[in-house]
């Protein structure tokens, strides 16, 4: 049965490579496909709002894979996130306690604790200009494959095993069907059979699972359901953090900018440490009085939202913009405005946040005392103004 159809296509996200095509794929649910994940994608792609992402196909070995820190952030954000079949089924499998949605047989064995090594999903593929097509076996395609084998009466009891078994003995880069057959040593009615059973009757596991979770992340896209519960975590850690400033993206129509080359160029410029300073004040009190107990109300950080908007000159309509070009998702802008409102709300309250707090007179007093302007303004009042002169004439 075909899944409900979700309004738009960055609705639902879909990192995808060799488990299955992004023709297929789109043809299951309107969805945006981006290639196999990697560390820091997760992030990036919540600059474009999804409500659910599908995460399928992974990069590993000698690239950073997604880290666990990012699908936590985006269900902190309140996407929903599902895995299945290769990278997607082994995240889920670690994460599925704590809201993670996990889909189909792979991750089930991963759960359950029937297969245990990152191997068991691993395959050499091509690039995206082939369309990522797979080049070896997964292992877990092996078990499948032997198990149906069996169940058809392709294989005996012991030959399955032996499939399994010499699977499990190759490296994943080396384990193609002929090498496969090659190290079971066959005889040849059964290697016959085997290979018409591979034409005819055999099962992609990963492909079926891939679908099963597109297919999932499109029923929910489609029924506005709440997500799934996310984890209790209170924030994210200053690592994750900073490694999503750096790694995030400014976007801006079709041109992007990695979050570290905006940095510099911040960095570089001559207000660089005030303008650090007024941000670390303000998330030094923000993250205070939350630990006091203060919470803005929702007209409070709507109105600093729409005082921002016109200090940008944008229009409402043009919030996505606005916040693509800073690397802002939804939730960090919340989190944005939520501090701004924070802080003047402990400005306000001064008096009170502590005990026998500041005035503002005083506050005025000491910052003035600080950085001069206190000296200026008495020296004008206690010393004498200078004498007008008139300017003396030449003479001749």
Known sequence: MRAA????????????????????????????????????????????????????????????????????????????????????????????????????????????????????????????????????????????????????????????????????SLHYQDRTWPALLEACGFGEETRVRFEAFLKNGNEDLKACDARACIEAAARFVAALAPPPPSCAVNGEPSLARRRRLLEGEARWRAHTARGSRVLERLERRAGSPALSERGLTRALIAAWAREQGLVPARDQVEAIERAWLVRHGTRPARRAELLALCGLDAAQARRLFEEEAL??????????????????????????????SWAKAARALLLPPPRHRPPRGRKR
């Open 343 to 372: 802080l003047r709300m402990a400005l306000d309250n001064a008096e009170r946040m502590v005990s026998d707090g500041p005035s503002r007179l005083e506050a005025l007093a000491s910052q003035a005392r600080l950085e001069g």
């Open 5 to 168: 159809r979700p309004s738009r296509a960055e609705d639902l996200i879909v990192f995808l490579g060799p488990s299955l095509s992004a023709r297929e794929a789109r043809a299951i649910a309107p969805c945006r496909v981006l290639p196999p994940a990697r560390q820091g994608d997760l992030w990036r792609a919540l600059s474009l709002s999804p409500r659910a992402i599908a995460l399928v196909d992974g990069v590993f070995h000698r690239v950073p894979s997604v880290w666990h820190r990012e699908i936590l952030a985006a269900m902190r954000a309140g996407v929903a996130v599902f895995g299945a079949a290769s990278m997607g089924a082994l995240r889920a499998s670690e994460l599925w306690t704590l809201g993670m949605v996990g889909v189909g047989r792979i991750f089930a064995w991963y759960r359950d604790g029937t297969i245990r090594d990152d191997a068991e999903v691993a395959l050499l593929h091509a690039g995206p200009e082939l369309g990522h097509r797979a080049f070896t076996v997964p292992l877990v395609n092996v078990r499948h494959s032997a198990a149906l084998a069996r169940g058809a009466g392709v294989l005996v009891k012991g030959e399955a095993r032996r499939l399994v078994a010499r699977g499990a």
